[in-house]
């Protein structure tokens, strides 16, 4: 048996704990708990492991490591009794709670968990800190480090939402058929905002890997709704791309300027197929829509043969359905390929998106192309002086694509 | 089985469009039609709403001595109008009333759980 060093059982502590967490949680009812357990388990199996190497099911190991640390901290504590009377009323499947069969897959409460974790009545700060940090394994500092900001902060961040789950009884449990649209939204929301965040943070880009991960279970454990299913595609249609959007130099690569050949060919295929049973179901949604734009994006090997009335068709369609001027910027984008960069800017200047930085990147870009180099500058400078990412600035600063 | 707060809360010198009589009527008619919901559901423990802020009293002690002042919280600028005191399984169950209550009463409505005597 291959020996185990630290580095090993924290990726199983990444793959694992989320499971480990919802399962004890659904046992004890209780978040700080299961959490504190959990992480008492890793530390058991961090020697254990190195010392015995991999146990078969290393999920069900910790899941059955930590109900027994969980329970005998009950035991010592006096209000412990009583919910531990409670528990044993609960598991009626083992005649002593806490010892369900290791080799066996633990039942899978990860979707309860998400759909706590995102109640929408914690704000969207909160959702997303406590799914990272509960369903992603991430610790405490690894979460502030991800939104920047200072760990006693996360913190303080963490522990009231805990509370407030506990005190106003957020319930544990997936919505209802009726309620699952409004539900879900913020589900989605959370996990495709863990990606957005990964692309723009150079201090956590495991975010993009964690955040696919996420679509992943959600698409596992509700096959049977569309947006899921979009939203996964989406992500990995967009981290196909992700390598090539940066060029050798640390600067930003545009789509008509990125090799294909860089491009993922796996995660192109995956997200393509997944986008075609979407399209066979046809009840389309944002996510839906979003990633079929980027499989007719990802079907082009230049810009020039990229299907741009498709893509047009497809812009129309997300706006119907996601009226926003974003939406409305990027169709305008689209058009623009057609019928050329006047059509485009008269579009653009439409849209009041003043805060918006691509805006401004893209209405230089128009104006360039137009020959109004004045105005053109004085919107890259603009773009520039919002842009999240140093390589994006950079290349706004030099002109945007009239330096290539 | 958890308590809720459900309050509604009146900025102190917001102008309000006087009811006409059938206005008040239907107004009287909704929350009249929620409360019996809410009695038969086994949710119901308290309600009413108050008069203006400006009927209140406020008792404080300040060295050993009761002292009484006419009004409510002076630096306070937002007053509880109203309220019910409910039971429900979990929030779920006491934001579906909330929604109900603002739909009946046309006015944001915050939801707040009791603490346990148990978790003092």
Same mark, same amino acid.
């Given at each position: 048996?291959?020996?185990?060093?630290?580095?090993?059982?924290?990726?199983?502590? #990444?793959?694992?704990?989320?499971?480990?967490?919802?399962?004890?949680?659904?046992?004890?009812?209780?978040?700080?708990?299961?959490?504190?357990?959990?992480?008492?388990?890793? /530390?058991?199996?961090?020697?254990?492991?190195? #010392?015995?190497?991999?146990?078969?099911?290393?999920?069900?190991?910790?899941?059955?490591?930590?109900? &027994? #640390?969980?329970?005998?901290?009950?035991?010592?504590?006096?209000?412990?009794?009583? +919910?531990?009377?409670?528990?044993?009323?609960?598991?009626?499947?083992?005649?002593?709670?806490?010892? $369900?069969?290791?080799?066996?897959?633990?039942?899978?409460?990860?979707?309860?968990?998400?759909?706590?974790?995102?109640?929408?009545?914690?704000?969207?700060?909160?959702?997303?800190?406590?799914?990272? #940090?509960?369903?992603?394994?991430?610790?405490?500092?690894?979460?502030?480090?991800?939104?920047?900001?200072?760990?006693?902060?996360?913190?303080?961040?963490?522990?009231?939402?805990?509370?407030?789950?506990?005190?106003?009884?957020? $319930?544990?449990?997936?919505?209802?058929?009726?309620?699952?649209?409004?539900?879900?939204?913020?589900?989605? /929301?959370?996990?495709?905002?863990?990606?957005?965040?990964?692309?723009?943070?150079?201090?956590? $880009?495991?975010?993009?890997?964690?955040?696919?991960? +996420?679509?992943?279970?959600?698409?596992?454990?509700?096959?049977?709704?569309?947006?899921?299913?979009?939203?996964?595609?989406?992500?990995?249609?967009?981290?196909?791309?992700?390598?090539?959007?940066?060029?050798?130099?640390?600067?930003?690569?545009?789509?008509?300027?990125?090799?294909?050949?860089?491009?993922?060919?796996?995660?192109?295929?995956?997200?393509?197929?997944?986008?075609?049973?979407?399209?066979?179901?046809?009840?389309?949604?944002?996510?839906?829509?979003?990633?079929?734009?980027?499989?007719?994006?990802?079907?082009?090997?230049? +810009?020039?043969?990229?299907?741009?009335?498709?893509?047009?068709?497809?812009?129309?369609?997300?706006?119907?359905?996601? $009226?926003?001027?974003?939406?409305?910027?990027?169709?305008?984008?689209?058009?623009?390929?057609?019928?050329?960069?006047?059509?485009?800017?008269?579009?653009?200047?439409?849209?009041?998106?003043? &805060?918006?930085?691509?805006?401004?990147?893209?209405?230089?870009?128009?104006?360039?192309? +137009?020959?109004?180099?004045?105005?053109?500058?004085?919107?890259?400078?603009?773009?520039?002086?919002? /842009?999240?990412?140093?390589?994006?600035?950079?290349?706004?600063?030099?002109?945007?694509?009239?330096?290539? | 089985?958890?308590?809720? !707060?459900?309050? @509604?809360?009146? @900025?102190?010198?917001?102008?309000?469009?006087?009811?006409?009589?059938?206005?008040?009527?239907? %107004?009287?008619?909704?929350?009249?039609?929620?409360?019996?919901?809410?009695?038969?559901?086994?949710?119901?423990? %308290?309600?009413?709403? =108050?008069?203006?802020?400006?009927?209140?009293?406020?008792?404080?002690?300040?060295?050993?001595?009761? !002292?009484?002042?006419?009004?409510?919280?002076?630096?306070?600028?937002?007053?509880?109008?109203?309220?019910?005191?409910?039971?429900?399984?979990? =929030?779920?169950?006491? =934001?579906?009333?909330?929604?109900?209550?603002?739909?009946? @009463?046309?006015?944001?409505?915050?939801?707040?759980? %009791?603490?346990?005597?148990?978790?003092?």
């Amino acid at each position: 048996m291959p020996r185990l060093d630290e580095a090993a059982v924290g990726q199983v502590f #990444r793959e694992e704990s989320g499971r480990s967490i919802a399962a004890l949680v659904r046992a004890f009812g209780d978040i700080d708990l299961a959490e504190d357990a959990v992480q008492e388990a890793f /530390a058991i199996a961090l020697r254990a492991w190195a #010392r015995d190497g991999l146990p078969p099911n290393p999920g069900g190991w910790i899941t059955t490591t930590a109900r &027994n #640390r969980a329970i005998d901290r009950l035991r010592r504590e006096a209000r412990g009794q009583e +919910l531990l009377s409670a528990v044993a009323v609960l598991t009626p499947e083992s005649d002593e709670p806490g010892l $369900p069969d290791e080799t066996r897959p633990v039942q899978d409460d990860r979707l309860c968990l998400i759909f706590t974790c995102c109640h929408p009545a914690l704000s969207i700060e909160a959702q997303i800190a406590l799914t990272l #940090r509960l369903l992603g394994g991430l610790s405490t500092k690894e979460v502030a480090r991800s939104f920047l900001v200072t760990e006693p902060t996360m913190a303080t961040r963490l522990a009231r939402a805990k509370r407030k789950i506990k005190a106003a009884r957020i $319930p544990y449990r997936v919505p209802e058929e009726h309620e699952l649209p409004d539900r879900l939204r913020p589900v989605l /929301a959370v996990v495709y905002l863990i990606y957005t965040a990964g692309q723009t943070s150079q201090a956590e $880009p495991g975010l993009c890997a964690e955040a696919i991960r +996420l679509a992943r279970i959600l698409a596992t454990l509700m096959p049977d709704e569309p947006e899921v299913a979009g939203l996964l595609a989406l992500l990995l249609l967009t981290e196909s791309r992700r390598a090539s959007r940066i060029r050798p130099d640390g600067t930003l690569a545009l789509l008509g300027e990125q090799d294909p050949k860089r491009w993922d060919r796996a995660l192109i295929d995956e997200g393509q197929s997944i986008v075609r049973r979407c399209l066979r179901r046809n009840q389309p949604g944002p996510y839906q829509l979003q990633a079929a734009i980027n499989a007719v994006h990802a079907d082009a090997a230049t +810009l020039e043969q990229t299907d741009w009335s498709q893509i047009v068709a497809l812009y129309d369609q997300l706006l119907a359905v996601a $009226p926003t001027p974003v939406v409305a910027l990027n169709r305008a984008i689209a058009i623009g390929e057609i019928q050329g960069p006047a059509a485009a800017l008269a579009l653009v200047n439409e849209l009041d998106l003043d &805060n918006y930085q691509p805006f401004h990147a893209t209405r230089a870009d128009l104006l360039q192309r +137009l020959g109004q180099t004045s105005e053109a500058a004085a919107a890259y400078e603009r773009a520039a002086s919002m /842009a999240p990412t140093d390589a994006e600035r950079d290349f706004l600063r030099l002109g945007g694509r009239a330096s290539r | 089985m958890t308590q809720y !707060l459900l309050s @509604v809360h009146s @900025v102190e010198g917001e102008a309000r469009d006087p009811m006409s009589k059938e206005e008040m009527r239907q %107004f009287m008619e909704r929350v009249g039609v929620l409360e019996e919901e809410m009695k038969s559901a086994g949710a119901w423990l %308290f309600g009413g709403a =108050l008069h203006e802020a400006d009927t209140a009293t406020v008792v404080r002690v300040s060295d050993g001595e009761v !002292l009484t002042t006419d009004g409510p919280f002076a630096e306070a600028k937002e007053h509880l109008g109203g309220f019910y005191i409910i039971e429900a399984n979990d =929030l779920d169950a006491a =934001l579906a009333w909330a929604s109900k209550t603002t739909a009946a @009463v046309s006015k944001p409505i915050e939801v707040r759980p %009791f603490r346990h005597v148990s978790e003092a």
